[in-house]
């Protein structure tokens, strides 16, 4: 079983355009649809709540792990595949997957790779339902910084 979820988007912008939807709280929650509380800073903890239909009531928690300039920005986040009841718990999710954005410059624009992993610490059988919640959500999400910067 993979231990990843990859996903490209190749848009029709800048690098530097690209990375500030990024990196800049505001503009990727936009994109995104979370309202976070602070900038992002590296080795700080980014709170929030989501603003996706039907999940506004739901906390955003992530740890920024990475801002390398114009090339990467990594994050860890708990490993809840948008499982409501699990949300609601208020359990916390003791497994946290490693969120990577990886930008490079390409003649039309920027190809961005967004990468997931670290699932094989999630116990089965939630590992398969986040993994395949996460998957659709990459998909989506990547269709909407494109988007977002292109607009």
């Avoid at 939630?126 to 989506?140: K, Q």
Wanted: hydrophobic content about 40%.
């Amino acid at each position: 079983m993979p231990n990843s979820i990859i996903k490209t988007v190749d848009i029709a912008a800048p690098v530097e355009k690209v990375w500030d939807a990024l990196i800049d709280h505001e503009k990727f929650g936009s994109w995104f649809r979370v309202a976070l509380d602070q900038p992002f800073a590296i080795d700080q903890s980014s709170t929030g709540h989501m603003t996706y239909p039907g999940y506004e009531e739901y906390r955003w928690e992530a740890r920024i792990v990475a801002i390398e300039p114009m090339t990467r920005f990594a994050y860890e986040w708990p490993a809840t595949g948008g499982d409501k009841a699990l949300m609601e718990s208020g359990v916390p999710v003791p497994e946290w997957t490693l969120v990577e954005f990886v930008l490079k410059p390409t003649e039309t624009g920027t190809h961005l790779t967004v990468t997931e992993s670290g699932f094989d610490a999630v116990p089965e059988p939630r590992r398969t339902n986040v993994m395949r919640s996460n998957d659709g959500g990459w998909a989506e999400q990547v269709q909407n910084i494109k988007t977002y910067v292109e607009d």
